[in-house]
T-cell receptor, first 113, second 113 residues
Framework: SQKIEQNSEALNIQEGKTATLTCNYTNYSPAYLQWYRQDPGRGPVFLLL?????KEKRKERLKVTFDTTLKQSLFHITASQPADSATYLCASPPRSGANNLFFGTGTRLTVIP | DADVTQTPRNRITKTGKRIMLECSQT?????MYWYRQDPGLGLRLIYYSFDVKDINKGEISDGYSVSRQAQAKFSLSLESAIPNQTALYFC????????????FGPGTRLTVT
């Protein structure tokens, strides 16, 4: 069955370093992947989308890559700040043409001052 | 004002009670979704609706029902609540086509005792 997985439950990094979060998918080929940020007690907020024919997407200090060979997306936050501390979720449609999303379990990032 | 609102924000109920969670949106989106979030399991789709006459089951619809009263309103009901329905519930909306970016409400924390 299709799976989307974020294997790191938690990641701690020092302020100013680059945080790299991983999202892996198996048994399907998503047309795109999305990344969301979720703060405690709040709903997820959309950050970035990357399509299968795009290698990389950037938005300010955020960068997302999509490697269809490795079946993986990486999410990078450069020059990380304590305010970046949150849980980050990846999501994709579960199959070609699907109009709904399914989500990874998330990685909780803590940026230490 | 928030674009996607959920009521109540917190609810404690007893096993066997019927409970309704409500979601309203001012984004003018046709598509609406209900998810539950549990620690370690991430966001899981319960039901989704692409317009007032279109209701679809998600991956975990057993024990739940929904009603799409209008484009802007989508309610989730637990006909007979049980303790393993204790979770954080989120409503979300999206536009048809495109990136499928979803906009989430603030969540309802439901506890079934």
């Amino acid at each position: 069955s299709q799976k989307i997985e974020q294997n790191s439950e938690a990641l701690n990094i020092q302020e100013g370093k680059t945080a790299t979060l991983t999202c892996n998918y198996t048994n399907y080929s998503p047309a795109y992947l999305q990344w969301y940020r979720q703060d405690p007690g709040r709903g997820p907020v959309f950050l970035l989308l990357i399509r299968e024919n795009e290698k990389e997407k950037r938005k300010e200090r955020l960068k997302v890559t999509f490697d269809t060979t490795l079946k993986q997306s990486l999410f990078h936050i450069t020059a990380s700040q304590p305010a970046d501390s949150a849980t980050y979720l990846c999501a994709s449609p579960p199959r070609s043409g699907a109009n709904n999303l399914f989500f990874g379990t998330g990685t909780r990032l803590t940026v230490i001052p | 004002d928030a674009d996607v609102t959920q009521t109540p924000r917190n609810r404690i109920t007893k096993t066997g009670k019927r409970i309704m969670l409500e979601c309203s949106q001012t984004k003018g989106h046709d598509r609406m979704y209900w998810y539950r979030q549990d620690p370690g399991l991430g966001l899981r789709l319960i039901y989704y609706s692409f317009d007032v006459k279109d209701i679809n089951k998600g991956e975990i619809s057993d024990g739940y029902s929904v009603s799409r009263q209008a484009q802007a309103k989508f309610s989730l009901s637990l006909e007979s609540a049980i303790p393993n329905q204790t979770a954080l519930y989120f409503c979300a909306t999206s536009e048809p086509g495109g990136s499928g970016e979803q906009y989430f409400g603030p969540g309802t924390r439901l506890t079934v005792t």
